[in-house]
């Protein structure tokens, strides 16, 4: 997953690191911002070492999912956001949701970053707004990422919606190798109904998406 698979595994020996040492959480969140961009700078020279999946077909707007299982929720309230509160591995496709939104991310990849409060945001308003709450969730996928990179992530910015750890990118290349960063919106039956890549730059207007494929029966949205 291009560089991102090394630099997320020289973050996770940086945490090892920490962790091993004692370094309480807020501690490491102080350290591992410092190391970033060294680790980062490391590692853009070997770009070339990670590949994506040539046997991996890009999602498009229009197909199906296969039933997808994104792994395990450890947050009883994130469970029971998703409607899964007894399930031991969460499945995509029976979120109990009219419509999923897919965040597909990495913790080292800058746009990523820059997509995470517009996320947010988003989350907000769909819990504010009686009609999208009842049929929309919001979850999001760390692909290359583990439980560690996924805790400091989350708390940075403050993330409400489920993140689920994917460290050797398996649900990332069944989701269609989308991003990172990437945007999905598919229904809970499994069909794509949208695919963004990269930083979301019109905010309201992808509101206005999620709107309008809310309001649809089955007329798929053409990707962007």
Do not use: W
Not at 43 to 62: D, H, I, Y
Not at 129 to 154: H, M, T
Request: aromatic content about 8%.
């Amino acid at each position: 997953m291009r560089s991102y698979i090394l630099m997320t595994a020289a973050t996770g020996r940086v945490l090892d690191f920490c962790f091993q040492r004692g370094m309480d959480m807020k501690r490491t969140k102080i350290f591992l911002p410092v190391m970033m961009p060294l680790l980062m700078a490391c590692c853009c020279g070997f770009v070339g070492l990670a590949q994506a999946n040539p046997k991996v077909e890009k999602m498009r707007v229009g197909k199906i999912y296969p039933e997808i299982t994104l792994g395990e929720l450890a947050d009883v309230h994130a469970r029971q956001y998703l409607g899964v509160e007894d399930a031991e591995q969460v499945v995509l496709q029976r979120i109990a949701s009219r419509l999923v939104v897919i965040d597909v991310l990495n913790i080292l990849c800058p746009d990523c970053h820059k997509n995470i409060p517009k996320l947010n945001r988003l989350y907000n308003i769909i819990e504010n707004d009686p009609d999208l709450k009842s049929d929309i969730r919001i979850i999001a996928i760390a692909a290359g990422n583990d439980e560690k990179q996924i805790k400091l992530f989350s708390d940075q910015y403050n993330i409400r919606f489920p993140v689920f750890a994917d460290p050797a990118d398996d649900v990332y290349y069944r989701l269609g190798a989308v991003g990172p960063p990437g945007l999905i919106i598919t229904e809970s039956a499994g069909e794509v109904r949208y695919i963004h890549e990269g930083v979301i730059k019109d905010f309201d207007g992808l509101l206005k998406t999620l709107r309008d494929i809310h309001r649809q029966d089955n007329q798929p949205v053409m990707s962007n």
